[in-house]
C-alpha cells in the first residue's frame, strides 16, 4: 500500500469493521460502572483489557487510594527503538472506566444500550466508553496501514476508574505513568459545530467546599430569643455566595445541597451546605478561594436575648486546578489542524469546557489536548419524555470513522511521519 494517501482505504477499512467496534461499546455499555460500583468498573476494566490484548498491550489493574473505587487501568505495549538506537517515542491516550449513572436509576428511567437511526443511546456511550472504542480504533488503523509507526511508538493507554468524582490519585499515576511523553490525548467526546471539529484546549477549575454554622438551640415558643438561629444565619451566607458569581470573569458558584434542623419546635443549632465553585483563569480562581474562605467572618445573625452571636465556618475541601490555554496544548492543536487540512476536512475550533476532566491533572507537566472522542450529546443525563423535551446520553454512530481517521493522521504527524 501506498503510505502517503491510504485514507480512502483507511476509511473503508474502520467503516467494513464497525461491527466489532460496535460491539465492544455493546459490551462496555451493557455494565452498569458507576463510579461507587467497583465490581462493575472492574468488570469494563477487565472487558478493555482482553479487546486491547488483541492488539499486544499488557495490563497492569492498579487499586484506587479510594476504597470504594474500582481498580484503574493501564494497557502498555512496548515501541521497538529506532534504527539510530534512540528508544521509541510515547504516547499516552487516556479514557476512564466509570460513569455517573447508579444501576437503580438506569432502570427506573429504562436507560439503556439502545440504537435509534445514527443515535446510539445508553450510560456512558459518549462519556466515555465511546472514547475507549475510538482508541481502539485508531490503533487499529494505525496497525493494519502504519504497522512500522504503530511497532515504533510505545502506547501507554490509561482508564481512571473514578474520573467523574475526580479522584486525585489517578492524576498522580498518569504523570508517573506518562513522565516524558510526546504527547497525553484525551479521549473525552468531541464536538462539532457548522460542520468543524472542536478540541478541547482549555478547561475550568473547581473549588469544593463544606459550609457549618454553629447557633444556639432553644424552645421555639417558651425561649424563642434565647435562641441563636443556625438555618437563617446559614440563608444569609448562601445569599452572599451567590453574590460572588462573575459571568463576566467567567467565575461561578453553585449552592448544591442544604441541610440543618432538626425539629420545628426548637430553633436550629446547626447547618451546613455544600458549594462548588469554577473558574477558567488561574488568578480569578485564586481570588474566587479568597472571598469564599473570607466568609467564615460573616456574622448576621445572633441571639435577642444576650447577642450570641451564630459562627460560620467555611472549610476548602478539595481543589482542581484550571487549564487555560497554553503554548504546548496549542502546539497540538496545530498538529490537528494540520491534519484537518491534509484531509480536506475544514478548519477546526479550540473549544474551552466548563466541565474537567483528567487533562486538568496534565495539561502543566505534559503536552494535552482534549475532545478526541466522538460526537454525542446529552452526558450525564438518563431521562427520556414523549415529547422530546429529555433525552438521554447518546454517541453518533456517524462520527466515529471520520474522527478516527483525524486522530489517526494527526498521530502520523505528531511522531514525524507526516
Known sequence: MNPVSPYNDLRAYLDHNWPAYLDLLHQMVIIN????????????????????ASLGFEAEAVPSA??????????????????????????????????????????????????????????????????????????????????????????????????????????????????????????????????????????????????EVEGRGSHAGATHERGANAIVQLADVIRAVADLTDYERGLTFNVGTVMGGTVMNRVPHQAAAS???????????????????????????????????????????GRWQPWPPNEKTMGLFDVWAGAAA????GSLARQSRGGLSDGNWLWDRLPTID?????????????????????????????FTPKAVLNIVAILRLVGER
Open 33 to 52: 460502572s458507576f463510579t461507587l460500583n467497583p465490581r462493575g468498573v472492574n468488570r469494563v476494566g477487565e472487558l478493555t483489557a482482553e479487546r486491547f
Open 66 to 211: 479510594g476504597f470504594r473505587h474500582g481498580r484503574h487501568l493501564v494497557l502498555t505495549r512496548a515501541g521497538q527503538a529506532r534504527p539510530d538506537g534512540r528508544p521509541a517515542p510515547v504516547l499516552g491516550l487516556i479514557s476512564h472506566l466509570d460513569t455517573v449513572f447508579p444501576e437503580a436509576e438506569e432502570q427506573a428511567n429504562d436507560f439503556h444500550f439502545r440504537i435509534a437511526g445514527d443515535r446510539i443511546y445508553g450510560p456512558g456511550t459518549v462519556d466515555i466508553k465511546g472514547g475507549t472504542v475510538m482508541i481502539y480504533m485508531v490503533l487499529d488503523g494505525l496497525r493494519h496501514f502504519y504497522p512500522d509507526v504503530f511497532n515504533g511508538v510505545t502506547w501507554r493507554v490509561l482508564l481512571n476508574a473514578a474520573e467523574e468524582v475526580l479522584a486525585p490519585d489517578f492524576g498522580e499515576l498518569a504523570c508517573e505513568r506518562l513522565e516524558g511523553v510526546l504527547a497525553a490525548l484525551v479521549f473525552e467526546g468531541g464536538d462539532v459545530v457548522d460542520g468543524r471539529y472542536l478540541l478541547v484546549t482549555a478547561r475550568k477549575g473547581m473549588a469544593r467546599y463544606h459550609i
Open 275 to 317: 458549594v462548588e465553585m469554577r473558574a477558567y483563569d488561574p488568578v480569578v480562581f485564586e481570588d474566587g478561594v479568597a472571598q469564599m474562605l473570607a466568609l467564615s467572618d460573616l456574622c448576621t445573625v445572633r441571639s435577642a436575648a444576650d447577642g450570641y452571636p451564630c459562627r460560620v465556618q467555611v472549610k476548602l475541601e
Open 342 to 345: 491534509e484531509l480536506g476536512s
Open 371 to 399: 475532545g478526541l472522542g466522538p460526537e454525542g450529546d446529552n452526558a450525564h443525563s438518563s431521562e427520556r419524555s414523549a415529547d422530546g423535551s429529555k433525552e438521554p446520553e447518546y454517541v453518533l454512530a456517524s462520527s
